[in-house]
């Protein structure tokens, strides 16, 4: 029963009419890069490279323009220029205003890896698109999707299981159907932070089952919904059916499960998922309605398309 309670290079000063630039203003057009020698890096390059050149030394990401340098010539990113109180963290000495124009140019002509990498992408892209195909690679980690404790870990789906059922202590479950009752003492109190998570293994896959008590506008409501640890394109290959009532009554709801790759937070403010107001929940309920006792059934399954007799397609709701 589950239970909710509640080296140095050459560089220029800035104001030798040069502006601070953001990094989309250095997206150039193909014809360019295809006109300009490109510096090719794997991740097997010596520690005197270019490659490390372009490291920042304070949080060791790759540096992009405005690339600020010291007069000694130790170079900084913009974001930890700022941080660092215009102080260079090498040789203590005031950073002022130069900013490392070679280093920048030499930055065009360079194509790296992904840095995912490691975890299987074999993209390789210039150096100033490196940044926008990271923020949407299929290779990057995942979060972790347990709701409520703002959890910062994240890592690949196996590494995921293990953190949730180690580290959140997440009830596992195997099979594709599920019938879990929830109680609480007093639902006349809802709260944001009143919510559960149980973890179910069933397609070879891994899903994970919310269920909360939340604010909608002035009315609180319970929601029940499916998300599916994995990407979004595979969440497709699979749909859920949730379903609560009593007394006769019944609520249904039916759909994809969202990928984890979409915050716990973004799925249920898109309310993609069994909403019941709290006067329907108290009726589910029964007795005198001082407590909630919700009885919440579904079932996962593939939709793989098989041809039926007629030649149309249907479902596989097979295990």
Request: hydrophobic share 35%.
């Amino acid at each position: 029963m589950a239970t909710i309670e509640i080296g140095s290079v050459e560089c220029v000063p800035a104001s030798d009419g040069v502006e601070d630039e953001e990094i989309s203003s250095h997206t150039h057009p193909n014809n360019q890069y295809a006109s300009k020698p490109h510096i090719l890096l794997s991740s097997a390059i010596a520690p005197t490279s270019v490659h490390e050149l372009l490291e920042c030394p304070v949080c060791t990401n790759f540096m992009y323009p405005p690339i600020h340098q010291c007069h000694n010539g130790h170079t900084i990113c913009s974001t930890c220029k700022t941080q660092v109180h215009n102080r260079c963290p090498t040789c203590r000495q005031e950073l002022g205003d130069i900013r490392c124009l070679a280093l920048e140019k030499v930055a065009e002509s360079l194509e790296l890896p992904c840095r995912y990498y490691s975890l299987g992408c074999p993209e390789i892209f210039p150096y100033y698109s490196k940044l926008k195909h990271e923020a949407i690679c299929n290779f990057r980690p995942y979060s972790c999707p347990y709701a409520g404790s703002e959890c910062i870990v994240t890592g690949d789906i196996t590494h995921l299981v293990a953190h949730l059922r180690d580290d959140h202590k997440v009830d596992m479950h195997t099979g594709f159907t599920f019938n879990h009752r929830y109680v609480k003492s007093n639902p006349r109190e809802v709260e944001n932070a009143t919510w559960m998570l149980t973890v179910f293994n069933c397609f070879g896959q891994y899903f994970c089952l919310h269920f909360e008590a939340f604010q909608l506008g002035m009315a609180p409501v319970y929601m029940a919904f499916l998300r599916f640890m994995g990407d979004e394109v595979e969440a497709r290959n699979y749909s859920y059916s949730l379903e609560v009532g009593a007394n006769g009554r019944k609520l249904m709801w039916e759909g994809t499960p969202r990928s984890i790759r979409d915050s716990h937070r973004k799925v249920r403010d898109s309310h993609d998922g069994l909403i019941i107001q709290r006067n329907m929940a108290l009726f589910f309920s029964g007795g005198d309605k001082k407590e909630l006792k919700l009885r919440v059934t579904g079932r996962i399954w593939k939709e793989q398309q098989n041809l039926d007799a007629a030649g149309a397609c249907v479902p596989n709701t097979s295990t």
